[in-house]
C-alpha cells in the first residue's frame, strides 16, 4: 500500500498542461515552473527526475509540464527553440527563462531565488517601464 501511495503522490507531484491550461496555469499565486519537452529529446528525459524531484519537495508550487510534440502551437507562440526549456512564473509574472537541463541544486537555488525576490519592487518596475515612452 505504501507503494502505492508514493506512486500516487509522484504522478501527481507535476501536471501536464496544455495550450487552453497555459494562461490560467501562470496566472496562479504563487511560483509556476514549466518545462518544454518532447519525448525523443535526451537532455529532457534526464532533467525529467530533477524536475520531478523538485515537485516533491516543494510541494507549495506548481510544477506544470507541457509536451512540445502535442502543443507545438504554444510551444511556436512562446518562441520555444531550444529544450528542454524552463520558465518560472511567480503571481503571473515571467521572472526566468532558459533552455538547458539544469542539475538539482542549480534548481534549488534558482527556486530559492525566485521564492526571494520583492515582487512588489517587480511590479512597479514593470509598471514603469509601460508608463515610459517606447526608444526607438
Do not use: Y
Not at 507535476?14 to 499565486?29: E, G, L, N
Not at 519537452?37 to 527526475?49: H, I, R
Not at 512540445?68 to 527553440?81: D, M, V
Amino acid at each position: 500500500m505504501c507503494v502505492s501511495d508514493r506512486v500516487f503522490k509522484t504522478s501527481m507531484s507535476t501536471v501536464d498542461i496544455t495550450a487552453s491550461q497555459f494562461q490560467d496555469t501562470i496566472s496562479a499565486d504563487g511560483v509556476v515552473l514549466v518545462d518544454f519537452w518532447a519525448s525523443w529529446c535526451g537532455p529532457c528525459k534526464s532533467f525529467a527526475p530533477i524536475f520531478e524531484q523538485a515537485a516533491e519537495d516543494h510541494p507549495d508550487a506548481t510544477f506544470a509540464k507541457v509536451n512540445t510534440e502535442e502543443e507545438q502551437e504554444l510551444a511556436g507562440a512562446l518562441s520555444i527553440r531550444s529544450i528542454p526549456t524552463l520558465m518560472i512564473f511567480r503571481d503571473g509574472i515571467q521572472v526566468f527563462s532558459q533552455p538547458g537541463a539544469l542539475p538539482g541544486d542549480a534548481l534549488e537555488d534558482l527556486l530559492s531565488q525566485v521564492e526571494a525576490l520583492d515582487m512588489d519592487a517587480i511590479r512597479e518596475e514593470i509598471a514603469q517601464q509601460q508608463d515610459s515612452p517606447a526608444d526607438a
